[in-house]
């Protein structure tokens, strides 16, 4: 994200009203607080305190340290306030078949030998000896098996790509300490219900919004920050919403926090169940548990239960919460842009819902408008949103599809279900050949792509044939500098919990 200097002219925006808080909202406010400078908009953000946020253990991926070094975050204070741990990447257990695990890691896998990718060598290598699983090639899964995080980690030094890391966090005060900040930039915050949205008449936008108590809040752009309601985009501005629960059938999941573990791990754990999956999120005062579920397979009462099971020491009363899978049909329309759960709902199993915010406010930082709101700029954004959605999507159903259970109908729903074009095509391509293709702008890497596949059970039936061009001796060498690399790299470091208490000293000093 790049400094906005906007120059004083009548059609520059004068002021932008950010409609709803919790997470999207104030990294929206944090954000335009932070790079709208010099004859910038007024900023203003409303919420009403009467309509509650979800508030559970949040999980996120690397590129969340990119918007903390954007706004010049202190992340040493942001763990003191949040309560968060760190997050190395995340254990799938028994989404091929009941009793099978494997680790997506974050960063790199291995490292090229020759000029050939690093997987098409752990292909060849995998089937003439008996090799470790291909996490061991991972330094962030090595770590994440050993419970160890800290300082090179967190400075991102080699071994072969180094340690990117995420954040475990506590939703509600990840959006105060947002809030702290973006009050700091300048952002007003007025409490209020909307109640009514005034259009004009000349060209449909939006022009301004009328609270509870009678107050009117006119604005020049509009942020809908309102949550799956989609007040502004939806109601108001009236943009269809495009329904994905043929391909990602779970609509509810039931939530409960528990006390915190002793020791937290250094990843969130996805759980496949009957009904759909469940995860745990560990921070430093609680755990964060939740089972998504598909409410045609399994009754709220059933799915409450099963996660109960897993959950014996839980703080709080289990919640149900529904949600609709997909996105709008476009995401800035007129003068309203939609970020957040007003833009559309995607499962959490990769960890994507604070990207996706991410990715929505820096893409409106890029193409911020004037009073012309030009179509071609929203037109961009539209496309770029669309694409980062339906990039995710096809992730998320991949786990789906690639299961081998059959012992629900739930599995054999999913197992059955037909595909996006775009998803089959790379799994065959991979399939057949172990070659995979990937758009440059698109978020997930050529590493997760394959090592999810390989984890549920995608397993090429050949390798590239480049790789028989290079001397074995050369391969095994390499595999077992990068075994070596990492291992010496990992025992260098402290526990979790050691660096974590190190850290909360410093941020207090």
């Given amino acids: 994200m790049k400094e906005q200097n906007v120059p004083a002219n009548p059609g520059c925006i004068r ?22 400078k010099s004859d910038a908009p007024e900023i203003i953000l409303l919420e009403s305190s009467d309509i509650a946020t979800v508030g559970v253990g949040e999980a996120t991926i690397p590129s969340i340290t990119k918007f903390h070094r954007a706004l010049g975050l202190d992340e040493r204070k942001l763990l003191a306030a949040t309560g968060a741990t760190f997050k190395l990447g995340i254990e799938f257990v028994d989404w091929q078949n009941i ?26 290598i995998s089937k003439s000896v008996t090799y470790d699983d291909a996490w061991r090639y991972s330094p962030c899964a090595v770590a994440a098996a050993s419970g160890r995080f800290g300082p090179q980690a967190a400075n991102n030094a080699k071994p072969t790509g180094g340690f990117p890391h995420a954040f475990h966090l506590d939703a509600k005060l990840y959006a105060a300490h947002l809030r702290d900040y973006a009050e700091a930039k300048g952002v007003f915050r007025v409490e209020g219900r909307v109640v009514e949205v005034v259009r004009r008449k000349e060209n449909g936008f939006v022009q301004s919004v009328v609270l509870q108590d009678g107050r009117t809040i006119d604005g020049d752009l509009f942020i809908d920050c309102t949550g799956g309601r989609g007040l502004l985009i939806g109601d108001a501005m009236g943009v269809d919403y495009l329904d994905w629960r043929d391909s990602l059938p779970c609509n509810r999941a039931v939530v409960v926090p528990s006390k915190a573990d002793s020791t937290p791990a250094l990843y969130t754990r996805a759980t496949a169940k009957p009904a759909g999956w469940q995860w745990r999120i560990p921070l430093q005062h609680r755990c964060g548990n939740g089972y998504v579920y598909s409410s045609d397979h ?4 059933a799915a409450a239960q099963e996660l109960l099971n897993d959950v014996s020491d839980r703080l709080e009363t289990p919640r149900i919460l529904t949600f609709r899978t997909g996105r709008r049909a476009e995401f800035w329309r007129g003068n309203v842009v939609a970020i957040g759960l007003s833009a559309g709902f995607l499962e959490p199993l ?12 820096s893409k409106l930082l890029n193409l911020f408008p004037d009073k012309t709101f030009s179509r071609a700029l929203a037109a ?12 995710v999507r096809d992730f998320i159903i991949l786990h789906y599809k690639a299961t081998k259970r059959t012992d629900t109908t739930f599995w054999d729903r999913v197992r059955e279900m037909p595909i996006p ?3 089959r095509d790379r799994v065959e391509l991979f399939r057949e050949s172990g070659r995979f293709v990937r758009d440059e702008n698109e978020l997930f890497s050529l590493e997760s792509w394959i090592l999810v596949m390989l984890g549920q059970g995608i397993v090429p039936e ?32 402290p526990t979790h919990e050691v660096y974590l208490r190190s850290l909360s000293k410093t941020a207090d000093a």
């Fill in 15 to 36: 002021r932008v009203v950010i409609v709803g808080g919790g997470t999207a909202g104030w990294m929206t406010a944090s954000a335009l607080g932070r790079y709208l």
């Fill in 99 to 124: 009793g099978d695990r494997y680790f997506h890691p974050f960063g790199l896998f291995g490292k090229d030998v020759g000029g050939v990718g690093f997987h098409n060598l752990y292909l060849k």
């Fill in 298 to 301: 399994v009754s709220d009462d």
């Fill in 350 to 361: 990769e960890s994507t819902s604070i990207h996706l915010i991410q990715t929505g406010v």
């Fill in 380 to 391: 961009e954004y539209n496309k770029t949103m669309i694409n980062a959605f339906e990039g």
């Fill in 421 to 423: 074009t775009s998803l």
């Fill in 462 to 493: 050949r390798y590239s044939p480049l790789v028989d061009a290079i001397d074995d001796v050369l391969v095994n060498s390499a595999e077992k500098e990068i075994r070596a690399e990492i291992a010496d790299a990992v025992r260098s470091m």
